[in-house]
């Protein structure tokens, strides 16, 4: 049916079943034969027959609904009417109060963002709306693993050249259509993206997201002995023929990365090792071809890069985020490794574990931060409860003002260690910042812990729902534990920031 102009009378005509229609903000939906398949059932359709159902929609439901497959039930549009809810398009941003981090709010200003970070903000956003969040929300509840047209289309833009951070493997590269140079793209360009790529909100898919790479192919670039060698791997990962990911952990050392059992013994002629052990919980495991790999040699512990072969099986963790991770048990039965394959020096491999630890704390803190500012200044001013606005409740308003707090006090501490990161090469930041970002992400995930919490309350029901209105809520309160213990557990982070600066501590106050 073409698209109608029409007025409320006719509408109001309109009020049976054998012809249904109704008034979503000046739009107007003919739901004949959508009776059955609502899945609210059809009386409260029946309810609303002929009228202006705004106000009982938006009650309800996400203005999603209304985008999607349910796009086509509408048939025209009130006569002199426009539409009241603004939607946010592709790349737009929110007009919610602090909906935006402050820097994004165009009444304030912020002396650490210059242009190019705001045209890779806009750009990044665009992307995400458009190819990310639809394969997310798929993936996310399908568990299947990312495709491989989404992994082309993040190398053509460089986005997985920018999930490494700053520095060299960015030279000449286009960044989103060239919204940045390579050249001069520094922490902050890493901390906008990484949050602009959390707000596809869907937890699993943000690790199937090549998380591992981000975590492991880093050690590739500083450690590999041979440039070839480094060359070739770099190539085949940022192009995304080949997947890479970081297996440290195991079933016996968690947090206690040095108790690894995992043993790599050389052979005889000295041009391999053997590989024997077991990886747990390995992010992207299942489908990766590369594992930088955590492992024992004689006189202590070293890393090499191990190739998907003979002897190497991996299996899935089911977690409680979705299979779309990849999260894997691994195991290593008599892998032959080319010497060539290890990563820094023999012995010495504690130093290039931790090296990567800052960035990749640092990124969790960054992506949890931003996913905490959630949907509930919306939902509050649009729930209707006792026969007012939730917002109208006290003790609502209490709830929110506490959780702007813990988001707005810990973007703006993000942002200052993110300030400190650009005047320092990476080995500085190693001995000065690895305290206080430690202590950063233990705060932002307790600070989590309080915003979901407090969310799942304000959202009642639908905060514990897959589906509908409440489903951002959902992911949140289940997925924000994981920020909590990758990478390193609130409880070892915040003793790591407290000894760390003991250390500075003046010997004379002892
Ligand atoms: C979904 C998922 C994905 C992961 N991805 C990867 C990956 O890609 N690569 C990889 O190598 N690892 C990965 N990990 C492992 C992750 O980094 C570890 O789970 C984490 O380091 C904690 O180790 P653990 O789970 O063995 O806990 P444990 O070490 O057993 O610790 C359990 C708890 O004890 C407490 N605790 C531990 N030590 C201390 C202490 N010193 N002081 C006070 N309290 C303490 C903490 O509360 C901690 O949560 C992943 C884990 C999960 C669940």
């Known amino acids: 049916m073409p698209h109608q102009i029409l007025s409320r009378e006719e509408v109001a005509k309109n009020n049976s079943e054998e012809s249904l229609w109704l008034i979503i903000d000046s739009k107007v939906y003919d739901v004949t034969d959508f009776l059955d398949a609502h899945p609210g059932g059809e009386a409260v359709l029946k ?47 929110s007009v919610v109060p ?91 360009h890493d901390m906008v993206l990484g949050q602009e790529l959390t707000r596809a909100n869907a937890r699993g898919f943000l690790d199937a997201n090549m998380s591992g790479m981000a975590i492991s192919l880093t050690a590739i670039l500083q450690f590999a002995n041979d440039d070839a060698f480094k060359k070739k791997i770099a190539d085949e990962c940022f192009s995304g023929r080949k997947k890479i990911c970081l297996a440290i952990t195991e079933a016996f050392a968690g947090s206690d990365v040095a108790g690894i059992r995992t043993t790599a013994e050389k052979t005889k002629d000295g041009k391999h090792y053997i590989v024997n052990g077991t990886k747990k919980w390995i992010t992207n495991g299942v489908w990766c071809d590369y594992f930088v790999t955590g492992v024992k040699t004689d006189k202590g512990l070293s890393v090499v890069l191990i190739e998907r072969g003979e002897g190497v099986e991996t299996k899935q963790i089911k977690t409680s985020y979705s299979t779309t991770a990849g999260t894997a048990f691994i195991t290593f039965d008599n892998v032959k490794v080319p010497v060539e394959n290890l990563l820094g020096v023999e012995n010495k491999g504690i130093h290039v574990i931790l090296s990567n630890f800052n960035h990749e704390r640092w990124m969790m803190a960054s992506g949890v931060i931003r996913t905490m500012r959630k949907e509930c200044m919306k939902w509050a001013n649009q729930r209707m409860v006792f026969g007012k606005k939730l917002m109208d409740q006290a003790v609502i308003r209490q709830k929110l003002a506490k959780m702007i707090a813990h988001c707005e006090a810990n973007q703006a501490w993000l942002e200052n260690i993110t300030y400190q990161m650009t005047l320092m090469p990476y080995s500085q930041q190693a001995t000065h910042l690895a305290g206080p970002i430690a202590l950063l992400k233990m705060f932002a995930t307790r600070s989590a812990h309080e915003v979901a919490d407090e969310s799942v309350q304000i959202f009642g029901g639908r905060g514990l729902t897959q589906t509908g209105m409440g489903s951002v809520i959902e992911m949140f309160n289940r997925g924000y534990k994981f920020d909590a213990i990758l990478g390193g557990a609130e409880e070892v982070l915040g003793d790591l920031g407290v000894r760390q600066a003991l250390k500075s501590m003046p010997k004379s106050m002892l």
């Open 47 to 93: 309810q609303v027959a002929g009228q202006d159902a705004t106000e009982a929609f938006y009650n309800l439901h996400r203005h999603e609904v209304l985008t999607g497959k349910y796009a086509s039930l509408c048939i025209g549009t009130l006569e002199g009417e426009q539409a009241q809810v603004i939607t946010r398009q592709p790349g737009e941003l």
């Open 98 to 188: 602090y909906g935006e981090p402050m820097w994004l709010t165009p009444q304030f200003r912020s002396p650490y963002y210059k242009d190019s970070h705001r045209r890779l903000q806009k750009a990044a956003r665009e992307f995400t709306d458009l190819y990310i969040t639809p394969v997310a929300q798929e993936c996310e509840k399908s568990g299947e693993y990312i495709p491989q047209h989404l992994i082309d289309r993040m190398s053509k833009a460089g986005i997985l050249h920018m999930r490494l951070g700053p520095g060299k493997h960015l030279h000449g590269v286009e960044l989103l259509g060239g919204v940045v140079k390579g050249e001069e793209f520094d922490c902050f």
